[in-house]
């Protein structure tokens, strides 16, 4: 949609990408001044930044999310949670 707008129409699209790349930012630096106060966490979000494409803000919203790791007896019921599981399922 940028790429055909034109006039007042991109402006506002512009600054709407520029607002949120600041948010994105202010939210990242937000969580790595926490990670430093919560070390388990930081081990989880390390570990899930490990997955291609996963960065800071997706792996530390999807854990925040979660209930205690230690409470999920298996990765796939975490997987579960978030709709996130890509097996194709047919009968």
């Known amino acids: 949609m ?4 034109a006039g007042l129409a991109r402006k506002t699209f512009l600054k ?5 790349e600041r948010q994105i930012k202010d939210m990242d630096r937000a969580i790595k001044q926490f990670l430093p106060l919560a ?3 930081q081990k989880q ?3 899930a930044q490990s997955v291609p494409a ?3 803000t997706t792996a530390a919203t999807v854990l925040a999310e979660l209930p ?3 409470k999920l007896s298996q ?4 997987v579960a949670l978030f709709g996130l599981d890509t097996i194709q399922k047919t009968s």
């Open 75 to 78: 990765a796939n019921k975490a």
């Open 39 to 41: 070390e388990e966490f």
């Open 16 to 20: 709407q990408i520029r607002h949120l």
């Open 45 to 47: 979000i390390e570990l």
């Open 2 to 5: 940028l790429e055909t707008a």
């Open 68 to 70: 205690p790791i230690k």
């Open 54 to 56: 996963v960065g800071l």
